[in-house]
């Protein structure tokens, strides 16, 4: 089956700090791969669609210079929180589209990656 | 928004039967997806409706009717381990975007 990984699946840092989210398709490519925020109790909120050679389209509300997205190849985007603060803590999924896919909603989830900014 | 609504919480005895509704806005529609989550863990895919009606898989079955825009998930011989979120999410426009989500509570 598809599985995506997310890296690191929890982190801590200090305010003011950047963290960098690793998310990889391990057995498909992707061309399509979206980032989504989990507050808790709340459902998942559309950060950005992160598009393999391309800039990332971000939801509005969604600081592009606060949330920086690289997907320089098929299996792997990126998403750095700069600077960040306590209010960035959340739980970050990463969600992936086969590229051989006849659905551009055919997607498959990472694990999610549990931010904690003190 | 995409004005998706679910109930926010239900509570249903295990081995009962129970319908987890969803409404959403129907302007640039295209499907209805059901996921399942687990505290702290990712959403898993439970369901995907393009077109009207009753879609079965074990316990589990899924209902769309695109002219209300109104969808169901529907449980039965529910299980302990059934007590998690139910995320309605539709898609279009290449987007996936996802309601609220309903919190399940099986008890015994």
């Known amino acids: 089956g598809a599985v995506v990984s997310q890296h690191p699946s929890w982190v801590i840092c200090k305010s003011g700090t950047s963290v960098k989210i690793e998310c990889r398709s391990l057995?498909?490519?992707?061309?399509?791969m979206f980032w989504y925020r989990q507050f808790p109790k709340q459902s998942l909120m559309l950060m950005a669609t992160s598009n393999e050679g391309s800039k990332a389209t971000y939801e509005q509300g969604v600081e592009k210079d606060k949330f920086l997205i690289n997907h320089a190849s098929l299996t792997l985007s990126t998403l750095t929180v700069t600077s960040a603060h306590p209010e960035d803590s959340s739980f970050y999924i990463c969600?992936?589209?086969?590229?051989?896919?006849?659905?551009?909603?055919?997607?498959?989830f990472g694990p999610g990656t549990r931010l904690t900014v003190t | 928004g995409q004005n998706i609504d679910q109930p926010t919480e239900m509570t249903a005895t295990e081995g009962a039967i129970v319908q987890i509704n969803c409404t959403y806005q129907t302007s640039g529609f295209n499907g209805l997806f059901w996921y399942q989550q687990h505290a702290g863990e990712a959403p898993t895919f439970l369901s995907y409706n393009v077109l009207d009606g009753l879609e079965e898989k074990g316990r589990f079955s899924s209902f769309l009717s695109r002219s209300k825009g109104y969808s169901y998930l529907l449980l039965k011989e529910l299980q302990m381990k059934d007590s998690a979120s139910y995320l309605c999410?539709?898609?279009?426009?290449?987007?996936?975007?996802f309601g609220a989500g309903t919190r399940l509570f099986v008890k015994a």
């Open positions: 999410a539709r898609t279009g426009g290449f987007k996936t975007i």
């Open positions: 969600s992936a589209t086969p590229s051989a896919s006849g659905s551009s909603y055919e997607q498959y």
């Open positions: 057995d498909f490519q992707a061309t399509t």
